[in-house]
């Protein structure tokens, strides 16, 4: 298929993160453990554009258009400001359509995510998914 991208026709993640590595490094994980197969578009959005601490609305946009397959996007903010950020753009129509904010943990949840995507699920299940991690156990 000429012209085709990697995750054509599955939902896009995208991991809005205050650093950088933070956000690379959940991405690369959700990614390693999202096992083999077609694989959902994953960017991540940290930091700020200079390469400090913080949140970036330009890199957020950027990332959000970078996976953007025409089949939803799943942003998933790790603190406060992120999550304002992310917000702010949905209001002002800055990101692609079919963009949410999911309500979810940030590593369990962006695993979560990715693996449904990857498996071809659909926006609403991918933020259901994601959400699901508030569940998850660890004692």
Do not use: C, N
Not at 88 to 106: N, Q, T
């Amino acid at each position: 298929m000429t012209g085709a991208q990697e995750g054509d026709g599955l939902v896009g993640i995208v991991l809005v993160s205050h650093s950088a590595s933070v956000a690379a490094s959940v991405a690369e994980l959700a990614k390693g453990l999202a096992g083999g197969g077609p694989m959902a578009p994953v960017a991540a959005a940290g930091g700020t554009a200079d390469g400090g601490i913080g949140t970036s609305a330009e890199l957020i946009v950027a990332a959000a258009r970078e996976v953007d397959r025409g089949a939803g996007i799943a942003l998933l903010a790790d603190l406060g400001s992120s999550v304002l950020t992310v917000k702010s753009l949905l209001l002002e129509d800055e990101l692609p359509p079919g963009s949410r904010l999911v309500d979810a943990p940030f590593v369990e949840g962006a695993v979560a995510a990715v693996v449904a995507a990857s498996a071809g699920a659909a926006l609403p299940a991918v933020e259901s998914t994601a959400g699901e991690a508030y569940a998850y156990r660890k004692a």
